[in-house]
C-alpha cells in the first residue's frame, strides 16, 4: 500500500506555498514533517525581540502540528538552527551558539515530559536579516 502524501497549510501560512513554493508541512502515513520555522509573524515580519522570536517559531511549530492533527507530545526529533556571528567574538574564544539557555527554556514550555531527540547546529544566517532561529521537526500520529 502506498501512502498518501498530504500538504499541511494552516490559516495564515498560505503564502509560504503560493509566492515561495514549499509546504510548512506534509504528513505521510502517520507521519508528520514540519518544514523548518522561524519568529515570523502571518504577515511576514520578523518578530522584535530575542524569548518573542523563540515564542513565535514554537508557535508557528504549533499551528502546523495542530493543522495536521498532532501535538508537541508526538514530536520526536527536533532539528534548531541558530544564529552565530563569528566576527563578533575573538578568535581566542570558542564559538558558540547564543542564548541557548534561554531557548531551552522556552523550548521547555513546549515539551513537558516526552523529550524528542534534538539537534543543535550554529548557522551564520537564516532566510532573512534579524531572524535568530529556525525550528523543524518530525511527529508521529
Known amino acids: 500500500m502506498v501512502a498518501t502524501r498530504e500538504v499541511i497549510i494552516p490559516t495564515g501560512m498560505e503564502i509560504l506555498y503560493e509566492k515561495y513554493h514549499y509546504c510548512p508541512g506534509i504528513r505521510i502515513g502517520n507521519t508528520v514533517y514540519v518544514s523548518g520555522q522561524v519568529g515570523r509573524d502571518e504577515k511576514l515580519q520578523v518578530v522584535e525581540g530575542i524569548e518573542e522570536q523563540f515564542i513565535q517559531a514554537f508557535e508557528n511549530v504549533n499551528k502546523v502540528l495542530l493543522t495536521a492533527g498532532v501535538t ?18 575573538p578568535a581566542s574564544k570558542p564559538l558558540i551558539i547564543p542564548h541557548l539557555s534561554l531557548f531551552m527554556e ?7 515530559e516526552k523529550y524528542p531527540t534534538w539537534t543543535k547546529v550554529g548557522v551564520t544566517a537564516l532566510s532573512d536579516p534579524g531572524l535568530i532561529v529556525e525550528i523543524k521537526c518530525t511527529a508521529l500520529r
Open 72 to 89: 508537541f507530545e508526538d514530536v520526536v526529533e527536533i532539528v534548531t538552527y541558530h544564529v552565530t556571528n563569528p566576527a563578533s567574538i
Open 106 to 112: 522556552v523550548k521547555d514550555r513546549y515539551f513537558i
